[in-house]
T-cell receptor
């Protein structure tokens, strides 16, 4: 069966520090991968999606970036965090864009 | 017009009640539709897909109205454990290469004892 792992679950980082969140998927090949952010009291915002290794599409311009170095690995990064980057970050996967499955999320607080 | 719109609620209903949520979408090319459930501070989880002919899963019934571009979720005999936020999700196509899953902001349901 397919599983998705996302870590860490909780993160507190100072403003200006770098960020690296990792997500891996098991049990499937060539999945579509997504990074979403959910700010407090708001809906899910798609940040990045990837349909293959090295293929990244950005939905919202910001100081975040994403990379897909392997088929089932998706990384969200920032060189310098802002206070506004605080939120609940969710990695998800799907096959052919149908039925997305989410990781458990990372709750990021930038202080 | 927002791509996917939902009434944010909250819907406060007593146990055993029937409650219905609607969701409207703006992209007439949308092909795939889903309802997700999100508990507080947790990740969204797929509740059910929505098929053109409508579909039922236990106490939950989902329907699609393409002409009016809305989908609905009906919950019968509400349980306390149904309390959550329900997210409407729309995808523009169901074929290979599709990747645009658009989420509504969710409707909050509170089932009261």
């Amino acid at each position: 069966s397919q599983t998705i792992h996302q870590w860490p679950a909780t993160l507190v980082q100072p403003v200006g520090s770098p960020l690296s969140l990792e997500c891996t998927v098991e049990g499937t090949s060539n999945p579509n991968l997504y990074w979403y952010r959910q700010a407090a009291g708001r809906g899910l915002q798609l940040l990045f999606y990837s349909v293959g290794i090295g293929q990244i599409s950005s939905e919202v311009p910001q100081n975040l970036s994403a990379s897909r170095p392997q088929d089932r690995q998706f990384i969200l990064s920032s060189k310098k965090l802002l206070l506004s980057d605080s939120g609940f970050y969710l990695c998800a996967w799907s096959v052919r864009g149908v039925r997305a499955f989410f990781g458990q999320g990372t709750r990021l607080t930038v202080v | 017009r927002k791509e996917v719109e939902q009434d944010p609620g909250p819907f406060n209903v007593p146990e055993g009640a029937t409650v219905a949520f609607n969701c409207t979408y703006s992209n007439s090319a949308s092909q795939s539709f889903f309802w997700y459930r999100q508990d507080c501070r947790k990740e969204p989880k797929l509740l059910m897909s929505v098929y053109s002919s409508g579909n039922e899963d236990g106490r939950f019934t989902a329907q699609l109205n393409r002409a009016s571009q809305y989908i609905s979720l009906l919950i019968r005999d509400s349980k306390l454990s149904d309390s959550a936020t329900y997210l409407c999700v729309v995808s523009p196509n169901s074929g290979a290469g599709s990747y645009q899953l658009t989420f509504g902001k969710g409707t909050k349901l509170s089932v009261i004892p």
